[in-house]
């Protein structure tokens, strides 16, 4: 009996942080878009202010910024440089190799990042600014949507792990 106890807790224990844990990779993705806005606006006003070409440019941000985007930036000029490859497949590298497993980033925000990464380094400047304000409105529009959303996801995640545990615990006594 008491064995029985001890896994259904161990059960609706595991199944709880499961819930929490999905939680807490929601709220991560809202902060992984808001620091990859704010790297993107210091990228533009590097490129507009600074007169820099584009691959100073994402040296001079990268160096400012540090978190995970810092790092995706570095990692993009890494595969820039030892590669000897074009910008695009550099950021396409980096996007693939980087982003999509340290960050909790959706598909379709990871297509808006390689979108941008079509068009950085082969147009002028104030196309390249424009591709960067365009990709910073589809991650506005992320951001917006997963906010609204947050509270009730977030609950529904916890409420459905603990519940599912539950269940599991009930049909296996």
Do not use: H, P
Not at 74 to 102: M, Q
């Amino acid at each position: 009996m008491l064995l029985k106890v001890v896994g259904v807790t161990f059960i609706v224990v595991a199944s709880g942080m499961f819930g929490l844990t999905l939680s807490k990779d929601y709220e991560t993705r809202i902060v992984n878009l808001k620091q990859f806005r704010k790297m993107l606006v210091l990228l533009s006003g590097e490129i507009k202010y600074n007169n820099s070409g584009i691959r100073e440019s994402i040296m001079a941000v990268s160096e400012r910024v540090e978190n995970v985007t810092g790092q995706f930036l570095k990692t993009t000029l890494d595969f820039f440089t030892k590669e000897n490859s074009s910008l695009k497949e550099a950021w396409y590298a980096g996007t693939e190799k980087f982003l999509k497993t340290n960050t909790k980033l959706s598909v379709k925000e990871l297509a808006y990042i390689k979108e941008l990464g079509v068009n950085l380094g082969i147009t002028d400047r104030e196309t390249q600014i424009n591709n960067i304000l365009n990709c910073i409105q589809s991650i506005d529009m992320s951001i917006e949507e997963l906010s609204e959303n947050r509270t009730e996801k977030c609950k529904m995640y916890k409420t459905l792990g603990v519940m599912a545990g539950a269940f599991l615990a009930v049909m296996l006594i």
